[in-house]
């Protein structure tokens, strides 16, 4: 039987940035060189090219010398399709070996040459949307390790990012920790994981059992949220994640000047305080033992003394340790988290 | 723009039973016959079958004379394979114009001459576990018309079969009802629906709000459930499918003489009012009005005087109409939501 298992990549990565000229459309790429420096060997620009991640400028022949495993397809261009005339390279880069990643709308087996090169070399064309074929269904059965999922008052609203700060909060802190990811760039930063929104409907619990497996007692996964419990179109694949990844703790991820659904303005945000009461209500089923240590929230719309005094609110509303943690990083939580399980 | 919709399959069937000796296999075929016998135009058998729905039998050709529209394979027998000698029967009715429509786990396009046979007809080759390809992501906007969706204290407690039992009771009382069909065999029953457990993730809710369209305000559609919001592995279909339907009312099924759920037996059913409370609570997101109008229980193992007191003891506890509905029929649940929904 062959084993179920997540989508890897193998690392290093060169990072495909082309001739874009705007950064907007670098996210990606950027993404990773932010939050994982250790995955990238160097990027592949070509002439005219105004984007530089400040890693080293690579073809891909000097990449392959430096080790490189895969050329990540580093932009998100609008419409999502890469412009005819880098095809060549990715073809260049399929025949010398490199695995292919690819995190847009189309799919790479649909370019026949980018195919051919690739079987001659068996490099693999991966596209980080598609979930693997054979998914398990969950089991329910508690695994070893602690985990902590990021959960959301609506979608995008900072969930993934949160969980990169947490993880590298915890890490600083000396603690034990793995970044695990749920969606397509998250995998790509984390060089594994599975895009959970895109699994059959029946298997979201198992994928998401499958994405934090088993672990030493202190160690932490730090998971990747997907959608909203109260989202009127996504809130199905967050219960299956919320039940699936059995989380010991959870961290509430909001952004202070939201008050509607984005792109669904007749829903109104729940409350953050029933927010948590309903988190800790339905992921009990499968954790009798969560609770939620802490409150991001995404402040970078309100002015520096708003901010101080939203934070400081909500903290003693919910005697919860509420930061933004793309400008106060993740310490507070690490620290409550520490507190609350001292034995790990 | 193609218009997204279910899968619909065209009546009336011919129901292909073969030489099939044991009715347990029959299933499909004679829940056909049972709750919908004016979408049966007559039934297949080959020499030494011995099972009889008590519907004429037919030849392919006889069918086609009579108005037959699809052959429906109305066997589910052990491997979940038909016998190889059932394959030329299949093939003929294809290229004679009837859909063939399969709810096994094969599938119908990895048979080369039905494939061909079907192409000649124009017929089409119907996997009813297969959703359609596009389908639409949730909008969360209020639908017209009324809607009682079944929902469980676990999988597979009698949810199809009480949504069957309550559409027949309400058209019994005059009322304007539709069966609403989301899982394979309910699609059969239906003559539309969609698997709404083998739908992408992100796509739950959407497929959901397909299922039971805009109405008349006062119809109601009968919503089949799927799994439970209580269920470690598949809750997020339940809880995607609770909201994409935004049912005014729902009926709670049960079976009395389980405590655990079937297969996850580390799990304990949670209690009747504890799951009714978490559906009202997590419903009022789409649906503000939501309520409990019903409990549906498979009573089949107690004992007449036992089944009785069981039904009496949980309606005093809750005020709900309590009913086994292959036993009682859901008239007392009819009357209890005509009560609640004087307008409709």
């Known amino acids: 039987m062959t084993k179920l298992t997540t989508v890897h990549l193998k690392a290093p990565y060169l990072i495909l940035i082309g001739d ?13 060189v932010d939050w994982r420096p250790d995955l990238v060997v160097g990027q ?18 000097e990449a ?33 070996g490199l695995d292919i990643v690819c995190g847009l709308h189309f799919k790479l087996s649909s370019f026949p040459k980018v195919v051919a090169a690739a079987k001659t070399s068996g490099a693999r064309l991966i596209d980080v949307r598609n979930p693997p074929d054979k998914l398990p269904i969950g089991t ?15 979608c995008a609203i900072g969930k993934k990012y949160t969980a990169l700060a947490l993880d590298r909060s915890m890490q600083a802190a000396g603690m034990n920790s793995t970044f695990r990811a749920t969606g397509q760039t998250g995998i790509m930063l984390a060089g594994e994981g599975l895009p959970i929104d895109a699994v059959v409907a ?17 160690h932490w996964d730090v998971i990747e949220g997907q959608g909203s419990l109260f989202h009127p179109a996504y809130s199905g694949v967050s219960l299956g994640l919320l039940h699936g990844s059995q ?26 305080q029933s927010c948590i009461d309903q988190h800790v209500i339905m992921g009990r089923r499968t954790n009798p033992d969560i609770r939620c240590v802490g409150i991001s929230v995404n402040t970078s719309k309100l002015l520096t003394d708003k901010r101080k005094g939203y934070l ?33």
């Open 202 to 218: 029946d298997f979201i619990s198992g994928a998401a059992e499958l994405i934090s497996p088993d672990n030493d007692d202190n």
């Open 64 to 96: 392959v010398g430096a080790g490189a495993r895969s050329l990540v397809i580093g932009v998100a261009p609008i419409g999502g399709v890469v412009p005819d005339s880098w095809w060549a390279t990715i073809e260049e880069a399929a025949r010398a």
């Open 312 to 344: 400081a609110k909500l903290n003693k509303e919910t005697g919860l340790p509420c930061v933004d943690p793309l400008i106060d990083g993740c310490g507070e939580i690490v620290e409550f988290i520490k507190q609350q399980y001292p034995e790990g």
């Open 140 to 154: 329910g059965l508690k695994r070893s390790g602690k985990r902590v999922l990021m959960v959301g008052t609506d």
């Open 44 to 61: 592949l620009r070509f002439a005219g090219g105004e984007v530089d991640m400040g890693v080293p400028d690579m073809t891909v022949a």
């Open 247 to 272: 989380p010991d703790a959870f961290v509430l991820c909001h952004d202070a000047t939201r008050s509607v659904i984005s792109g669904w303005e007749h829903y109104t945000l729940p409350t953050i």
């Open 20 to 32: 874009l000229a705007d950064p907007t459309y670098a996210k990606t790429g950027l993404g990773i």
